[in-house]
């Protein structure tokens, strides 16, 4: 059965938006996702140690596969565009997160979702408020239109991309 699925993409080495371009084209190849829309893009002051700003924005998916499966292939995705591993919060050419999956909780070893962050980082939030500002965080139990006005603040500003189209929604 497929489940509305939102991941949040980020970069901040490299060409940041190339490579949320790269993430996205390999995300559309997966047999059992559908690429449905994307947000526009921000870019974001990072959290952590002190690094380059990221591009940041959200993809929405039609996904046939069970969470644990998607995790493990956006990992993939993640090494097979450059990503090593290195310092919590790093610098890194790509970063994808699963931030909501529909109306599900998961709570594993290896997933949380909705992410455990989401409601704390406005460079998550914005984007996903672009495609979904009605749904509900599964946990909390308040819009991301909600949670993106009570969220910290934080220096993170719409972008404008030079390849990447404007929101799809």
């Given at each position: 059965?497929?489940?509305?699925?939102?991941?949040?993409?980020?970069?901040?080495?490299?060409?940041?938006?190339?490579?949320?371009?790269?993430?996205?084209?390999?995300?559309?190849?997966?047999?059992?996702?559908?690429?449905?829309r994307r947000s526009t893009l921000f870019d974001s002051a990072p959290v952590g140690p002190r690094q380059p700003r990221f591009l940041n924005a959200v993809v929405e998916v039609?996904?046939?596969?069970?969470?644990?499966?998607?995790?493990?292939?956006?990992?993939?995705?993640?090494?097979?565009?450059?990503?090593?591993?290195?310092?919590?919060?790093?610098?890194?050419?790509?970063?994808l997160d699963i931030l909501l999956w529909g109306s599900t909780i998961v709570a594993t070893p290896s997933l949380q979702v909705p992410h455990l962050h989401l409601h704390q980082?406005?460079?998550?939030?914005?984007?996903?408020?672009?495609?979904?500002?009605?749904?509900?965080?599964?946990?909390?139990?308040?819009?991301?239109?909600?949670?993106?006005?009570?969220?910290?603040?934080?220096?993170?500003?719409?972008?404008?991309?030079?390849?990447?189209?404007?929101?799809?929604?």
């Amino acid at each position: 059965m497929s489940e509305l699925v939102h991941i949040g993409l980020g970069s901040n080495l490299g060409d940041r938006e190339q490579n949320l371009l790269l993430a996205v084209q390999a995300l559309s190849r997966i047999d059992a996702v559908s690429l449905l829309r994307r947000s526009t893009l921000f870019d974001s002051a990072p959290v952590g140690p002190r690094q380059p700003r990221f591009l940041n924005a959200v993809v929405e998916v039609e996904c046939d596969l069970p969470p644990e499966r998607l995790l493990t292939i956006l990992k993939q995705i993640e090494v097979d565009l450059g990503r090593r591993p290195g310092e919590r919060w790093g610098p890194r050419p790509i970063d994808l997160d699963i931030l909501l999956w529909g109306s599900t909780i998961v709570a594993t070893p290896s997933l949380q979702v909705p992410h455990l962050h989401l409601h704390q980082r406005r460079f998550a939030l914005e984007p996903l408020c672009q495609l979904v500002p009605d749904a509900r965080h599964p946990v909390l139990g308040v819009t991301i239109e909600e949670l993106l006005r009570s969220a910290p603040a934080q220096d993170c500003a719409r972008h404008v991309g030079a390849l990447w189209p404007e929101a799809q929604t």
